[in-house]
C-alpha cells in the first residue's frame, strides 16, 4: 500500500474516504486510533493509504474533486 494523503483534520481524512468509495478504489485509514487518544491536539496525522495500482488513479480524483486554491 501507498500513502495517498496524511492529515489531522478528520473531516478531510473522512470525505478522502467517502470520495475513494464512490469511485471503487478501497483505502485503508491508519494511525486513527493513535489520533483519537492523543486527543485531537494535531500532533499524529492519520494516513490513508491505497493500493499502488490505484495510487495514481486515487491521485487524480483527489485533485479533480478539491477546489482551486487549495
Not at 8 to 37: F, H, K, Q, R
Not at 48 to 54: A, E, I, T
Amino acid at each position: 500500500m501507498k500513502e495517498l494523503a496524511r492529515s489531522t483534520n478528520p473531516v478531510e481524512i473522512s470525505w478522502m474516504e467517502a470520495l475513494l468509495s464512490s469511485a471503487g478504489i478501497p483505502c485503508a485509514v491508519l494511525d486513527a486510533y493513535t489520533s483519537a487518544v492523543e486527543g485531537s491536539i494535531g500532533a499524529f496525522p492519520r494516513r490513508v493509504m491505497v493500493h499502488d495500482d490505484d495510487l495514481v488513479a486515487a491521485r487524480q480524483l483527489i485533485r479533480d474533486a478539491t477546489p482551486t486554491g487549495h
